[in-house]
């Protein structure tokens, strides 16, 4: 079986930093995405990992555990406009190396 | 210019009426996925095509079919549409190399 999991949502404050953490049980393992959703808009790509380390990407930096099943999305110096839904989504191994996605964690910035 | 589109965008309909949802991508990717989005359950698959003649049902297939009329295009249909079919349905393609999915920006499907 697949099971994704994610905190359902958090609150931090603009300017601070926020870790926003994804557990991960896959049959195969190849590679965890991030995306960003804004309420009603399409998921926006934010960073890929497949080796175990972290990934910096200006003010998003994205970890990998792949022995502990675990990824994390850092967010820093926080802007209004980070409040959004982020994604976990697996990619699976086998011919099709499907993606599943977790149910998201809404994020909240206030000033 | 938008990369991945959908039409229509949002879309009110009864139920036992067919709805044909198009998607339309100018990436140059083989690879089209149809996924819906229901609050609390994430994106969940229902068809991908890896290309013109290759098309898969997802976890979710029952009450579906695709069409994928050209490399660029791929249509998601309703064939008898019912209330639990609301959700948001979104079209995505991806490049075979490296996987990553891009996003149409959405169709918002009301059965009533």
């Known amino acids: 079986g697949q099971n994704i999991d994610q905190p359902t949502e958090m609150t931090a404050t603009e300017g601070a930093i926020v870790q926003i953490n994804c557990t991960y049980q896959?049959?195969?393992?190849?590679?965890l995405f991030w995306y960003q959703q804004h309420a009603g808009e399409a998921p926006t790509f934010l960073s890929y990992?497949?080796?175990?380390g972290l990934e910096e990407k200006g003010r998003f930096s994205s970890f990998l555990s792949r022995s502990k099943g675990y990824s994390y999305l850092l967010l820093k110096e926080l802007q209004m406009k980070d409040s959004a839904s982020y994604l976990c989504?697996?990619?699976?191994?086998?011919?099709?190396?499907?993606?599943?996605f977790g149910t998201g964690t809404r994020l909240l910035v206030s000033p | 210019d938008a990369d991945v589109t959908q039409t229509p965008r949002n879309r009110i309909t009864k139920t036992g009426k067919r709805i044909m949802l198009e998607c339309s991508q100018t990436?140059?990717?083989?690879?089209m996925y149809w996924y819906r989005q229901d609050p609390g359950l994430g994106l969940r698959l229902i068809y991908y095509?890896?290309?013109?003649?290759?098309?898969n049902k997802g976890e979710i297939s029952d009450g579906y079919s695709v069409s994928r009329q050209a490399q660029a295009k791929f249509s998601l249909s309703l064939e008898s549409a019912i209330p639990n079919q609301t959700a948001l349905y979104f079209c995505?393609?991806?490049?075979?190399?490296?996987?990553?999915?891009?996003f149409g920006p959405g169709t918002r499907l009301t059965v009533l």
């Open positions: 990992n497949v080796l175990d």
């Open positions: 989504a697996v990619k699976g191994a086998g011919g099709f190396q499907k993606l599943v």
């Open positions: 990436k140059g990717h083989d690879r």
């Open positions: 095509s890896f290309d013109v003649k290759d098309i």
């Open positions: 896959t049959s195969g393992f190849n590679g």
């Open positions: 995505a393609t991806s490049a075979t190399v490296t996987d990553t999915q891009y």
